[in-house]
């Protein structure tokens, strides 16, 4: 895994080298300033002629601490700037089958808090690790000048803080640090659903009890934390134990009184020159978190979309015309059962056609798999006669618009959130769709118009508003295949007229219409009816799908 982080650091070879070498020179007179301090002490008479020399070394020092601190993080935040991006990129390959599965708090969790986590990494392991070992080389030869015996124990003292201790009951400090980074994946969902759902749980009157339930999951999580927290107490104490008895073993070996101000200096500080060392021991308890994170982030990075376009999938399409589905049978990657078997159909521009039937029985995994979210178990799917696995999914995507049950809005404004940033589309453009799904007077009403943040301006969009936007957004970006997965099953009757004869007036490609509802059902040209992971061909007589 450390190799595999390492790799993200070869173009910023420069500036840890740079961190290095500060560094070193940083810890190497800090030494020097402890030294001096103690000869002045030691050697009154001459303090004077070693004052300037101690100045000297404190500014190098400062100067030094802050250098190899500014290129350490200089080269983290880098990094984890392109970290970031390439969690973003990923997601985009992996969706939408990776959003459609894949927990939201977990994701918040590995684009936020995780990728912060490795930080410790980069910014505090790779340059402290090789200062470490350079730097405790170096010491025990100057303590060499006390003698032999004098050097080995600075050797051996120094092994064990930066190398023995660090690593002393590791694997049993991983696993706690890995449970408690579990726990904390959950309590970020269970607290996401819950403020998600709030509404609902006041409503239902159980929202004390879940409260109750998710403070028992930050128990846990604070449980396991502590846990791996009090090994870490017991490595510092140890590191301590080790500098008291090998610097009283030294003092035995030398004596205390050295016929040389400089020796008698050496002895008296050798405590205070571990620095470099204790860091070490305590990196693992930070790093602990940080390879938690890095293994959940190299995780998503390796992970396989659920299609992989094959190398002859270069097809290319303007405009669909027609959607055969040939026995087509499925089962998701992660479960046994079977969802669809032996499904054919057909759609054709211009109509709007009808998935009906119970919740579960496959209606939208269809429309996921004519989008080319899934690979499919059996079977094929033809668009305009041409086999979809030989399609470019980006070609495939953009004659596809998608509403789900719950819009989808960004912070921003009304037009950013309807253009997508697409700076072709014109606000004249604008005003004519607005008024298609009747918001034009909505809109105008508000202070700032098109500029209206939609999240968190003065104007508060109902559901049915919310729902007409998001359909409004759809015919800004011409398509071919419109998509419905029950957009309105939540709303008004009025709304999901108003929406449903906007579609029918508007939109001239082939309409997926997903519903439970018998009022959305009658607007449909042709019915498909699901049941027993199959389908069959319905009326479209509104009594008949109540």
Known sequence: MIRSLLRYTHHLTGAIIISFLIGLVAELTKVVVLVLAAMMLFDPQNASHLLIPGIIAVVIVGLGSFGEQYAGHFVAFHVLAELRGAVYRKLVQLAPAKLDSQGSGKLLKLIGSDIEAMEIFYAHTIVPVAIGLIYGV??????????????????????????????????????????????????????????????????????????????????????????????????????????????????????????????????????????????????????????????????????????????????????????????VTFKYPSRDETVLRQVSLSLHAGEIVGFVGASGS??????????????????????????????????????????????????????????????????????????????????????????????????????GEQQRLELARALLHPSSVLVLDEPTSNLDTENERLILDTIKAYYHGIVIMISHRAESAAYADRLYRFADHRVSAASTEPKQQA
């Open 362 to 463: 496959g209606k939208s995994t269809l429309a996921k798999l004519i989008m080319g979210w899934y690979p499919l178990t059996q079977g094929r799917i033809l668009i305009d006669g041409i086999d979809l696995t030989k399609i470019d999914p980006a070609s495939l995507r953009a004659q596809v618009n998608y509403l789900p049950q719950t819009p989808v809005f960004f912070s921003e404004s009304v037009r950013d959130n309807l253009t997508l940033h697409d700076a072709t589309i014109t606000d004249a453009q604008i005003w004519t769709v607005l008024d298609q799904v009747k918001l034009t007077s909505r809109l105008r009403q508000a202070e700032k118009g098109l500029d209206e943040n939609v999240v968190s301006g003065q104007l508060q969009f109902s559901s």
């Open 138 to 327: 170096l010491m025990v030869a100057v303590y060499s000048s006390l003698n032999g015996p004098a050097a080995a124990v600075v050797l051996v003292s120094y092994a064990a803080v930066g190398l023995l201790i660090p690593y002393y009951r590791h694997e049993q400090m991983t696993a706690k640090a890995q449970a408690a980074d579990r726990q904390k994946a959950v309590n970020q969902q269970y607290l996401l659903e819950s403020v998600r759902g709030m509404a609902v749980l006041r409503q239902l009157e159980v929202a004390d009890a879940r409260m109750k339930t998710g403070n028992e999951g930050f128990d846990h999580e604070a449980t396991a934390f502590q846990q791996s927290q009090f090994g870490q107490l017991l490595k510092n104490m140890s590191a301590t134990l080790v500098m008291l008895v090998a610097w009283l073993f030294i003092v035995w070996l030398n004596g205390w009184t050295q016929p040389q101000p400089l020796q008698q200096a050496l002895l008296a500080v050798f405590p205070l020159t571990f620095g470099p060392l204790l860091a070490l021991t305590n990196l693992p308890a930070s790093l602990l978190n940080g390879f938690a994170a890095a293994r959940n982030l190299l995780n998503l990075l390796q992970e396989a979309p659920a299609t992989s376009a094959a190398i002859d999938a270069t097809q290319t399409l303007n405009q669909i015309a027609i959607i055969q589905v040939d026995h």
